[in-house]
T-cell receptor, first 109, second 114 residues
Framework: AQRVTQPEKLLSVFKGAPVELKCNYS??????LFWYVQYSRQRLQLLLR??SRESIKGFTADLNKGETSFHLKKPFAQEEDSAMYYC???????????FGEGTQLTVNP | GAGVSQSPSNKVTEKGKDVELRCDPI?????LYWYRQSLGQGLEFLIY????????KSGLPSDRFSAERTGGSVSTLTIQRTQQEDSAVYLC????????????FGSGTRLTVV
């Protein structure tokens, strides 16, 4: 079975501070990991995916297979980063994503 | 269309009534997914359609829930005899083929059962 855990439901930081949103997964094979973001009154959208090794809006995420983690990081948070963030896992079947419960990030001025 | 379209955007229904939620995926996307988003519950997988293959219904919470996809395009999620615990945002997503490149989500249908 595959499972994604986001231990923090709420996270609050000040503008300019570093931010890390935690994601841990449980899966026996080699997963693909994703981060999705939902800004207020907008639809859920893909932020970044592990396979692309990309940095989007200053966010990066590194897959740590030893710790089974895929934490999302940004060195200097901005107010516009306030949103709900979901971590998601795709198993080797490539059929569907399993999502975590989400972390609501608030960046205070 | 340019994106995934869902209708209605909001639905209020009385307990015990049936509801139908519609999803129009991106043209050419063979994979279509339904999820349910509840406060504190994250995104709960409901059902997945891929091309002409039999759908993966493993996430449907009860036999009151069913979905179909006609002509490999539009999908309808039906909830019979609605209960208050069915209140949630129902999200539809599509992808070109499987989940490899992530999904494109619709804006959702907010269902409230009173």
């Amino acid at each position: 079975a595959q499972r994604v855990t986001q231990p923090e439901k709420l996270l609050s930081v000040f503008k300019g501070a570093p931010v890390e949103l935690k994601c841990n997964y449980s899966y026996s094979g080699s997963p693909e990991l994703f981060w999705y973001v939902q800004y207020s009154r907008q639809r859920l959208q893909l932020l970044l995916r592990h396979i692309s090794r990309e940095s989007i809006k200053g966010f990066t995420a590194d897959l740590n297979k030893g710790e089974t983690s895929f934490h999302l990081k940004k060195p200097f948070a901005q107010e516009e980063d306030s949103a709900m963030y979901y971590c998601a896992l795709m198993g080797t079947s490539g059929s569907r994503l399993t999502f975590g419960e989400g972390t609501q990030l608030t960046v205070n001025p | 269309g340019a994106g995934v379209s869902q209708s209605p955007s909001n639905k209020v229904t009385e307990k015990g009534k049936d509801v139908e939620l519609r999803c129009d995926p991106i043209s050419g996307h063979t994979a279509l997914y339904w999820y349910r988003q509840s406060l504190g519950q994250g995104l709960e997988f409901l059902i997945y359609f891929q091309g002409n293959s039999a759908p993966d219904k493993s996430g449907l919470p009860s036999d009151r829930f069913s979905a179909e996809r006609t002509g490999g395009s539009v999908s309808t999620l039906t909830i019979q005899r609605t209960q208050q615990e069915d209140s949630a945002v129902y999200l539809c997503a599509s992808s070109p083929s499987g989940a490899n490149y992530g999904y494109t989500f619709g804006s959702g249908t907010r269902l409230t059962v009173v």
